[in-house]
T-cell receptor
Framework: GDKVKQSPSALSLQEGTNSALRCNFS?????VQWFLQNPRGSLINLFY???GTKENGRLKSAFDSKESYSTLHIRDAQLEDSGTYFC????????????FGAGTKLTIKP | EAAVTQSPRNKVAVTGGKVTLSCNQT?????MYWYRQDTGHGLRLIHY???????EKGDIPDGYKASRPSQENFSLILELATPSQTSVYFC??????????FGPGTRLTVL
């Protein structure tokens, strides 16, 4: 079964609009990481979260461990935001293994 | 800046052959990981290591071995490659309580 379920699986947006991506966990996630895989295939880490929120420029992420979900908000989407976004959850803090979701493919149109 | 490198970047192997994928990190991280990425899946953990001399089985270890001879190097070994092992392989490094840093990936094709 899917321990980490991402939605939507794909999303197409106009440049300048906002979006929200979501991860739901069927495991007791203790930490969450968000990554962007760019069109060249490189994986870039965006956020490392314990329960709470973080913000970096146009990106904001939240992790609610009690409700077992995490969100990634993208404000004022730009063409370079295109790619596949992955969330990954650590099940037991300190065991240092993470489980990935299947990803959300985001396409930003001019 | 974190640095994880992988070699080779592309590899074509024959069924039944031995393949070794290498990973080097200059971050001085204790943990290293090998994942594979297939269409429709996120990254799936094959093997990982907590430090030199340590290897642990991940979620899909069958058909793979790993070796961690030093803090910096972590290898993934396919003793008898099969076409089902055609995939993109990513190495990562990290420490407890911090994010993982990924290498650029190795595209392996087994014919």
């Amino acid at each position: 079964g899917d321990k980490v379920k991402q939605s939507p699986s794909a999303l197409s947006l106009q440049e300048g609009t906002n979006s929200a991506l979501r991860c739901n966990f069927s495991i007791a996630a203790t930490t969450v990481q968000w990554f962007l895989q760019n069109p060249r295939g490189s994986l870039i880490n965006l956020f490392y979260l314990v329960p709470g929120t973080k913000e970096n420029g146009r990106l904001k992420s939240a992790f609610d461990s009690k409700e077992s979900y995490s969100t990634l908000h993208i404000r004022d989407a730009q063409l370079e935001d295109s790619g596949t976004y992955f969330c990954a959850a650590e099940e037991n803090y300190g065991n240092e293994k993470i489980t990935f979701g299947a990803g959300t493919k985001l396409t930003i149109k001019p | 800046e974190a640095a994880v490198t992988q070699s080779p970047r592309n590899k074509v192997a024959v069924t039944g052959g031995k393949v070794t994928l290498s990973c080097n990190q200059t971050n001085n991280h204790n943990n290293m990981y090998w994942y594979r990425q297939d269409t429709g899946h996120g990254l799936r953990l094959i093997h990982y290591s907590y430090g030199a001399g340590s290897t642990e089985k991940g979620d899909i270890p069958d058909g793979y071995k790993a070796s961690r001879p030093s803090q910096e190097n972590f290898s993934l070994i396919l003793e008898l490659a099969t076409p089902s092992q055609t995939s993109v392989y990513f190495c990562a490094s990290g420490d407890a309580g911090y994010e993982q840093y990924f290498g650029p990936g190795t595209r392996l094709t087994v014919l």
